[in-house]
């Protein structure tokens, strides 16, 4: 590149900077709060879509989404699992602190507190209208259910699209074998607080991204003329895969790339109706996923590349997720993010733009303003992040390094998984005391323990203050700070299909 055009970049990224840091100043003044549109993707790996690595199928309109907006390539979630994930991403909480640690199964008692506030509850001090459309997976029971939780609106399922008679478990069982439900009932469909679908079949799945694609585009419909929360959390990529027919064979790579073709077309048909209604410069729309992929599952499941490991586990394959912050004229676009972040910021960071109040209580979440709109200097705000799975510290990392514990952990080690839908079993390792450079040794390869013990060192001290706070299995510690999820009592009914 010659000077000249240097030049001409330097000065063009420094006018979208100050633009950005100009955005960011009006909202700090509370004017014109945007709407917000969160979509979070099951299972998505890190490397699933064009703008993070994806080559053997086109992701047009993700691709657009990050060309207008910033990629966040070091973003994080609480927990490598469903419930766990999706409870820190709602509350801006560690789900370690929230008591919700797993995936919710269709015989859980347990679910949301109804004391913790969520980004819907969050965004109705304002007078927004709220929304989900997808997979909910936060308690199954009408005390947990999202109308209870701030949100208007619901369609979708409870919990899992696996968790139903259909379960690879039960491969080879006639189709009226009753082992098939000793575990899971037929899966429900819900609309705002009541089923209106008890048994969910093979081919209703085949439309489970067009309901809730349908359903966002009439809710923009109806309510483009106030405030809105859209949250979208779609049931793919998880297994079982299903695509609508308009989309199955599109892709040529497969049912994985089929589904997220139709993925990335939703989520396009979502920003197109933003600019159909001249909305999309007053809207932030935030695009990530809850884990890494189930590896296990092989062709039906996504990459992590080029990091270690995958879903249920706390190596940067499972915890690391494809990120993409979007709003037109306000965040910088076509840049890259590479400072560390985590959907446990989303929430404070709603908060401040829409100049709502957070809970009383502890979160963990921090503002990210500086990091979504680019400031110059702007570096992460948390000090260092415990990564917690099962109840047990198994990491902490900081900005460059990642002290990971001895832990047993699933892997492959490196086979194949499964094909059409079926896995196969993980191997059990064991991890090693380990410190890793992330900056230099991304992937989690090469062990740096002996030569800076003092990085070790201070890792290690925020480990014995995580555990003080939130507990730890491992070191059978139990943490002053954790709160307990809600639970069934006595009065609470149960829902009619189970």
Not at 50 to 60: E, H, S
Not at 139 to 161: A, R, T, V
Not at 273 to 289: M, P
Not at 376 to 392: C, D, G, V
Request: hydrophobic share 35%.
């Amino acid at each position: 590149m010659t000077t000249y055009y240097r030049r001409i970049l330097n000065v063009a990224t420094a006018l979208a900077l100050l633009l950005a840091c100009t955005a960011a100043a009006r909202l700090a003044k509370g004017e014109t709060p945007p709407n917000i549109v969160l979509i979070f993707i099951d299972d998505m790996g890190y490397a699933d879509i064009g703008p993070f690595g994806a080559r053997d199928f086109p992701t047009p309109n993700l691709d657009r989404l990050a060309e207008e907006g910033r990629r966040f390539t070091d973003f994080a979630v609480s927990a490598p699992v469903c419930s766990a994930s999706r409870a820190a991403l709602l509350t801006g909480t560690l789900h370690i602190r929230l008591g919700i640690t797993g995936a919710y199964s269709p015989q859980a008692k347990e679910g949301i507190h109804e004391r913790e506030m969520t980004l819907a509850e969050l965004c109705k001090q304002k007078g927004y209208a709220t929304a989900i459309y997808g997979k909910w997976h936060l308690g199954h029971h009408p005390k947990f259910l999202p109308l209870n939780h701030g949100f208007d609106e619901y369609h979708g399922i409870p919990y899992s699209n696996d968790m139903w008679p259909w379960h690879p478990r039960y491969h080879g069982l006639a189709p009226d074998d009753p082992k098939r439900r000793e575990v899971y009932p037929d899966l429900p469909l819900i609309e705002n607080d009541r089923v209106v679908d008890a048994d969910v079949t093979a081919e209703d799945q085949k439309d489970v991204t067009q309901w809730a694609t349908v359903r966002a585009l009439d809710f923009i419909d109806r309510k483009h003329k106030k405030p809105f929360f859209l949250y979208l959390p779609y049931s793919m990529v998880h297994v079982p895969l299903f695509a609508s027919d308009a989309f199955l064979g599109k892709s040529g790579a497969g049912l994985l790339g089929d589904v997220i073709m139709e993925l990335d077309d939703s989520i396009g048909k979502v920003v197109d109706k933003l600019h159909e209604y001249g909305i999309a410069d007053n809207t932030l729309v935030i695009f990530t996923s809850d884990n890494g992929p189930w590896v296990s599952y092989g062709d039906h499941a996504g990459s992590a590349a080029p990091y270690r490991e995958a879903k249920g586990t706390s190596f940067e394959g499972g915890v690391r997720v494809p990120t993409i912050f979007w709003w037109p004229g306000k965040i910088p676009a076509n840049t890259n993010c590479d400072a560390f972040a985590s959907t446990i910021d989303i929430l404070p960071t709603v908060a401040k733009l829409i100049g709502a109040k957070t809970p009383d209580h502890k979160i963990d979440g921090k503002d990210i303003r500086p990091l979504l709109f680019g400031e110059p200097e702007a570096l992460s705000p948390h000090k260092t992040f415990p990564h917690y799975y099962q109840r047990q510290l198994q990491a902490v990392r900081n900005e460059r390094w990642k002290l990971v514990f001895s832990h047993k952990y699933r892997s492959l080690n490196g086979r194949p998984g499964g094909t059409g839908g079926l896995p196969v079993n993980y191997d059990q390792n064991l991890a090693s005391l380990a410190l890793y450079d992330l900056d230099n040794d991304p992937g989690e390869t090469k062990n740096v323990i002996h030569q800076y013990p003092e990085i070790y060192a201070e890792l290690l001290d925020a480990a014995e203050a995580y555990r003080k706070d939130l507990g730890d299995r491992l070191t059978k510690t139990t943490g002053s700070g954790m709160r307990e999820p809600g639970k069934l009592g006595p009065n609470d009914k149960q829902l009619i299909w189970y």
